[in-house]
């Protein structure tokens, strides 16, 4: 079967190819991917090239498909593949196969990754437990579910301490008042949706520098919504505010129970640990792409104030299940995260657009030839083009989100890639 796909060749040389995958083996599943989401982690990939840990050192002979965040379904099953399996079911991959080699798919494998047409599931995966049935009203969503794994699992990374017996409870305080420092991209509103639908906090202030991230996560989170789900939210603009420290310690009537740092800064790490309560939790969440970053930590605070630290990276499998089952029960709303929507063609200009984010998460429907678009345009392409006009009548139906109508209208109009 031939396929299409956007390959890894080196640092920086990424190739959108047709090729032929080889038959699969009575142990692997063939997978169709209908959509992918485009990730900063695959951009760190293609930018260091084999100087990543997850890509192969001989990736300039035998490149990989890149993309992590797949959600699809199954076309053929091998008679020995591990697993109750059904041809035409929903599938999303957990990446994370925390191998002792750190391979994984969408960065480490020739035959499967997220951009691409058709994809090979090999053993390990289905070993792992990595392969995820998925019953979602929306293939976008089941591609969401692998960031929003991580989200969950940065919230089940915090915990707290009784210090009259040093009880210890893991996950956010129930309840509880959250910052997200740096937070109006895209993780940082999957943090918001999450906190809403699943940790329990009473009171999210988000933080950012960029006004247009700030109004993109306001319309697409509004206040008004989370009020509507009991949770008061809270945007601050901090370029704006004199004494951010001072600020954010009245906001929160004296300091967070729980804090996610979500631009790796040291400056932001240590204005974390300075707004966060007595036995309050930071997570420094933001993956740095310096291997020798360095900050600081007022060591009484952490004596005698008894906060903790954490960092959490990636997510397990039975995270993605609780992200799914929130998917499915509309516990969290998919559709908040997504700013624009493209073809497989246009997927490479897209990871490179990632060195300058704008909007939030992209999703990358590999099966038609469309440009990198954002959701806030169609009504105006729509103006003269029938496919746009279409599209923008659905979403306003949706409060401007993009949804499961709009992707099911899209796989059915818009023109197909050339293979």
């Excluded at 940082?188 to 996560?217: H, M, P, Q, Y």
């Amino acid at each position: 079967m031939k396929t299409k796909a956007l390959r890894l060749y080196g640092a920086g040389d990424i190739r959108l190819e047709t090729f032929t995958l080889p038959e699969i083996t009575d142990d692997e599943i063939l997978i169709k991917v209908i959509s992918d989401t485009v990730c900063a982690s695959t951009y760190k990939a293609v930018k260091q090239g084999v100087n990543h840990k997850r890509v192969p050192p001989d990736v300039d002979k035998n490149p990989i498909i890149i993309g992590h965040e797949m959600c699809g379904k199954i076309l053929k099953i091998g008679k020995n593949a591990i697993g109750n399996w059904t041809v035409g079911q929903k599938v999303v991959v957990q990446p994370a196969l925390k191998l002792e080699s750190g391979y994984d798919p969408g960065y480490s494998y020739k035959y499967i990754g997220g951009n691409t047409i058709y994809a090979i599931v090999p053993k390990i995966v289905l070993e792992r437990g990595c392969l995820l049935s998925y019953s979602g009203d929306a293939y976008f969503k089941g591609s969401l579910a692998e960031s929003l794994a991580c989200v969950i699992r940065g919230f089940k990374g915090f915990y707290h301490t009784d210090y009259t017996n040093y009880v210890r409870t893991d996950g956010a305080k129930r309840g509880g008042k959250l910052a997200i420092l740096g937070g109006a991209g895209p993780m940082g509103i999957g943090a918001v949706e999450i906190a809403c639908g699943f940790a329990g906090v009473k009171k999210i202030v988000v933080t950012d520098i960029n006004s247009e991230r700030l109004d993109f996560a306001r319309k697409n989170c509004s206040e008004k919504e989370a009020a509507l789900r009991g949770v008061e939210l809270v945007y601050v603009d901090s370029s704006k505010i004199n004494d951010e420290e001072k600020y954010l310690k009245e906001l929160s009537d004296g300091g967070f129970d729980d804090v996610f740092v979500m631009v790796a800064s040291p400056a932001l790490f240590n204005l974390a640990e300075r707004v966060c309560k007595e036995d309050g939790c930071v997570n420094f969440f933001a993956g740095p792409a310096i291997h020798d970053l360095q900050g600081s930590l007022n060591l009484y605070r952490l004596h005698y104030d008894g906060i903790h630290v954490v960092g959490t990276a990636g997510s397990i499998p039975s995270d993605m299940l609780d992200v799914i089952k929130l998917i499915e029960n509309d516990r969290v709303n998919a559709g908040a995260l997504i700013s624009h929507v493209m073809g497989l063609n246009a997927a490479k200009e897209a990871v490179f657009e990632m060195e300058k984010p704008n909007g939030a998460k992209k999703v990358c429907y590999n099966e038609i030839d469309l440009p990198l678009t954002a959701v806030s345009d169609f009504e105006k392409l729509g103006e003269s083009d029938e496919l746009f006009k279409e599209l923008a009548k659905i979403c306003k139906k949706n409060q401007g989100l993009w949804c499961a109508e709009a992707e099911e209208y899209l796989l059915a109009h818009a023109p197909k890639i050339k293979v």
